[in-house]
């Protein structure tokens, strides 16, 4: 026989074999979904509110509470969001095989153990909500690959460890919450490659080193908040560069260097200065006052010199100025300029402005 003819042959074979196999039907395919949500609601050891109670046979699992299924399978579960439901237990490993999940809610509840390491199995993953809970370890570096995420907020947990630097993968990222944990090491520089974040908030930590002078991609980014940590070092000169920066909060870690002169022009959007209690120098700038939009000022604690610019009582949307601590000085009348101009704030409802020749 012809080694054409041969092939031709097992070709047909294998055809006919494929065709003999009866094809998967809807239950079958959606079985998988079904005991995996059985295997979530058995390791839940609290539910007060008898949330999954109704999880049985007597309906199908997609009219179950907190769970949807939709798109072109409407057997496959597409969303689990039982937030605020009082749940405790652990989380199970086995919703890695809601293979059509897109997004995971269980914020707000009581689970305890850790992040599942199998969740990364969830490529259609596109947002995960695992924040107020009490879970503990490290966050899996495998969650790298659920490259679909636009959001992550993982925030008031009990989480250890470094910030796997395998997130900045997720380039499609636009909410990226680790807040209120132990998280320790550095921020990733790769991180810088998100530029589609606008809410970067790494905030009440215990992170080191520096931060990361990419960041400054981030082109789009709204808000930035890593207060209460322990960085150092100089504020990169290219977060000064994001134009679209409205949150700029680094207050409480150890931060060096100086305020940009052209602050005011490079970030016209910004709405709260927050970087109290650090080790900066130098003037405020006359420029802030180019931006229109802020309601706080708060660079108390510090170590700026010179005066109080006299133009920042033409910001009217200003409620908080908090310059204490530093070493400030007003000794002319021209340099009290600034209280005179306070008239024009009608936004005001808090200045703290004590000015001092030495530091306290």
Same mark, same amino acid.
């Given at each position: 026989? +012809?080694?054409?003819?041969?092939?031709?042959?097992?070709?047909?074979?294998?055809? *006919?074999?494929?065709?003999?196999?009866?094809?998967?039907?809807?239950?079958?395919?959606?079985? =998988?979904?079904?005991?995996?949500?059985?295997?979530?609601?058995?390791?839940?050891?609290?539910?007060?509110?008898?949330?999954?109670?109704?999880?049985?046979?007597?309906?199908?699992?997609?009219?179950?509470?907190?769970?949807?299924?939709?798109?072109?399978?409407?057997?496959?579960?597409?969303?689990?969001?039982?937030?605020?439901?009082?749940?405790?237990?652990?989380?199970?490993?086995? *919703?890695?095989?809601?293979?059509?999940?897109?997004?995971?809610?269980?914020?707000?509840?009581?689970?305890?153990?850790?992040?599942? /390491? +199998?969740?990364?199995?969830?490529?259609?993953?596109?947002?995960?909500?695992?924040?107020?809970?009490?879970?503990?370890?490290?966050?899996?570096?495998?969650?790298?690959?659920?490259?679909?995420?636009?959001?992550?907020? *993982?925030?008031?947990?009990?989480?250890?460890?470094?910030?796997?630097?395998?997130?900045?993968?997720?380039?499609?990222?636009?909410?990226?919450?680790?807040?209120?944990?132990?998280?320790?090491?550095? &921020?990733?520089?790769?991180?810088?490659?998100? =530029?589609?974040?606008?809410?970067?908030?790494?905030?009440?930590?215990?992170?080191?080193?520096?931060?990361?002078?990419?960041?400054?991609?981030?082109?789009?980014?709204?808000?930035?908040?890593?207060?209460?940590?322990?960085?150092?070092?100089?504020?990169?000169?290219?977060?000064?560069?994001?134009?679209?920066?409205?949150?700029?909060?680094?207050?409480?870690?150890?931060?060096?260097?100086?305020?940009?002169?052209? &602050?005011?022009?490079?970030?016209?959007?910004?709405?709260?200065?927050?970087?109290?209690?650090?080790?900066?120098?130098?003037?405020?700038?006359?420029?802030?006052?180019?931006?229109?939009?802020?309601?706080?000022?708060?660079?108390?604690?510090?170590?700026?010199?010179?005066?109080?610019?006299?133009? *920042?009582?033409?910001?009217?949307?200003?409620? &908080?100025?908090?310059?204490?601590?530093?070493?400030?000085?007003?000794?002319?009348?021209? +340099?009290?300029?600034?209280?005179?101009?306070?008239?024009?704030?009608?936004?005001?409802?808090?200045?703290?402005? /004590?000015?001092?020749?030495?530091?306290?």
């Amino acid at each position: 026989m +012809e080694a054409s003819s041969f092939i031709f042959l097992i070709l047909n074979l294998h055809i *006919l074999f494929s065709l003999s196999l009866p094809a998967p039907t809807k239950s079958e395919s959606s079985e =998988t979904d079904l005991l995996a949500l059985i295997s979530f609601k058995s390791l839940v050891s609290g539910d007060p509110l008898n949330v999954l109670s109704s999880w049985n046979n007597s309906v199908h699992h997609c009219q179950w509470p907190g769970v949807r299924c939709g798109g072109r399978n409407p057997d496959r579960v597409t969303s689990l969001v039982l937030n605020s439901s009082h749940l405790s237990g652990q989380i199970s490993s086995a *919703l890695s095989n809601l293979t059509f999940l897109d997004e995971l809610t269980l914020s707000d509840n009581q689970f305890t153990g850790t992040i599942p /390491e +199998e969740l990364s199995k969830l490529t259609s993953l596109r947002s995960i909500d695992l924040s107020n809970n009490l879970l503990g370890g490290y966050i899996p570096p495998s969650l790298g690959n659920c490259t679909k995420l636009v959001s992550i907020n *993982l925030k008031s947990n009990n989480l250890q460890g470094t910030i796997p630097s395998s997130l900045g993968l997720c380039k499609d990222l636009v909410y990226l919450m680790l807040t209120s944990n132990s998280l320790v090491g550095n &921020i990733p520089p790769n991180f810088g490659n998100l =530029t589609s974040l606008l809410l970067f908030r790494l905030d009440v930590n215990n992170l080191t080193g520096s931060i990361p002078s990419s960041l400054g991609q981030l082109h789009v980014l709204r808000t930035i908040c890593v207060n209460d940590n322990y960085l150092s070092s100089d504020i990169p000169r290219s977060l000064y560069n994001i134009s679209s920066m409205e949150i700029f909060q680094l207050a409480y870690n150890n931060l060096q260097g100086s305020l940009p002169s052209d &602050i005011g022009v490079s970030l016209p959007n910004l709405v709260a200065l927050v970087v109290f209690v650090n080790q900066l120098e130098g003037k405020i700038s006359d420029s802030i006052s180019n931006c229109s939009y802020l309601e706080s000022i708060e660079t108390a604690s510090n170590k700026f010199t010179g005066t109080i610019p006299s133009n *920042l009582g033409s910001l009217q949307n200003l409620k &908080i100025f908090a310059v204490s601590s530093n070493l400030l000085e007003a000794k002319t009348t021209r +340099e009290w300029g600034f209280m005179d101009q306070s008239s024009n704030c009608t936004g005001c409802k808090r200045w703290i402005s /004590e000015i001092t020749n030495s530091k306290e």
